[in-house]
């Protein structure tokens, strides 16, 4: 039974069958044998529930078996007040060196397929 919020768990399964698709596509009939994924930290996407959800949703399709590796991506901003480059959690984060809320995001928001290897 799933260990997952459902909430939690459809979202990821509509993201993972998605994961899955786009490999499909890239690997034009040949049997996946690795997927690298990004997945950063302001995404919205659990990894944990991505790895959960790959074994089902890569069944009988080219990804079947394939070792499935997920990045995950720390989310880091500028901030527009004072320039700093900061770690951040959250949108809702203030600059960690002034204590400002223009913040620029830079990385964390990724959600993408990286690498694929293929037989
Ligand atoms: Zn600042």
């Not at 070792?67 to 995950?72: G, K, P, Q, S, T």
């Amino acid at each position: 039974m799933p260990l997952l919020d459902t909430v939690v768990s459809m979202h990821e399964l509509a993201i993972t069958q998605n994961i899955v698709e786009i490999c499909e596509s890239h690997a034009a009939g040949r049997q996946v044998r690795l997927v690298r994924v990004e997945i950063g930290d302001l995404s919205g996407v659990v990894p944990d529930a991505v790895e959960f959800c790959f074994e089902a949703c890569s069944r009988d399709t080219l990804l079947q078996g394939a070792r499935l590796v997920i990045e995950r991506i720390p989310a880091r901003a500028r901030c527009r007040t004072c320039a700093a480059q900061v770690a951040i959690r959250s949108y809702h984060d203030a600059c960690a060196a002034c204590g400002g809320y223009q913040l620029e995001i830079l990385s964390g928001e990724e959600l993408q397929v990286k690498q694929l290897e293929v037989h």
